[in-house]
């Protein structure tokens, strides 16, 4: 089934920890994203790829990184956690195909650093 | 810059009543407009967009240039439409991508 697979879905980590936030989409779509989210705030985008070996930081600053070696494959890491790393991580993947762009969202991760 | 703005971090009403959340954004190009919503416990999903001109699940958007208003409408609200609803747009230029509102969450109470 054509989906978009996030792991884990919780963690809780101390500081000081190296991450990998792994990302996974059966959908066949080209384009990637990492969105933050803050409790109630709204959703920044720090990360975005076009494709294979091709990375881009978005809009809001972000201490970590993404590779792209894969196609259905987007991993986040952060080499040393923090507790202002705590937040919620959403991966999204898109289309454009037939004209009509749509977003579509994997469950998220939740992070707590402490 | 491009920004959307939605004023209302929590919308109540009761069950029938009409809804109207509401979102502005400001971009000089011409965007395409978009509402997600969140249900509790599930995943960021789409749930409309304007230039397809429809009505899921009861609610209509629409597009006002004159007023860069995009205000989502419901006429008689249901309990199962309590949500986070986003507007979000997308610039038409370079790599597209989605800008978001801060979100309002819409209670619906029996």
């Known amino acids: 089934e054509a989906d978009i697979y996030q792991t884990p879905r919780y963690l809780v980590i101390g500081t000081g920890k190296k991450i990998t936030l792994e990302c996974s989409q059966t959908?066949?779509?080209?384009?990637m994203y990492w969105y933050q989210q803050d409790p109630g705030m709204e959703l920044h985008l720090i990360h975005y790829s076009y494709g294979v070996n091709s990375t881009e930081k978005g809009d809001l600053s972000s201490e970590s990184t993404v590779s792209r070696i894969r196609t259905e494959h987007f991993p986040l890491t952060l080499e040393s956690a923090r507790p202002s790393h705590t937040s919620q991580y959403l991966c999204a993947s898109s289309d454009t195909s037939g004209g009509l762009y749509e977003q579509f969202f994997g469950p998220g991760t939740r992070l707590t650093v402490l | 810059a491009q920004r959307v703005t939605q004023p209302e971090k929590l919308l109540s009403v009761f069950k029938g009543a009409p809804v109207e959340l509401k979102c502005n954004y400001s971009y000089s190009g011409s965007p395409e407009l978009f509402w997600y919503v969140q249900y509790s416990r599930q995943r960021l999903q789409l749930l409309l967009r304007?230039?397809s001109r429809e009505s899921i699940k009861g609610f209509t958007a629409d597009l006002n240039k004159g007023e860069t208003s995009f205000h989502l409408k419901k006429p008689f609200a249901q309990e199962e439409d309590s949500a986070m609803y986003y507007c979000?747009?997308?610039?038409?230029?370079?790599?597209?991508?989605?800008?978001f509102g801060t979100g309002t969450r819409l209670l619906v109470s029996p």
């Open positions: 959908m066949g779509h080209d384009k």
């Open positions: 304007h230039i």
């Open positions: 979000a747009l997308i610039m038409n230029t370079g790599f597209q991508k989605l800008v």
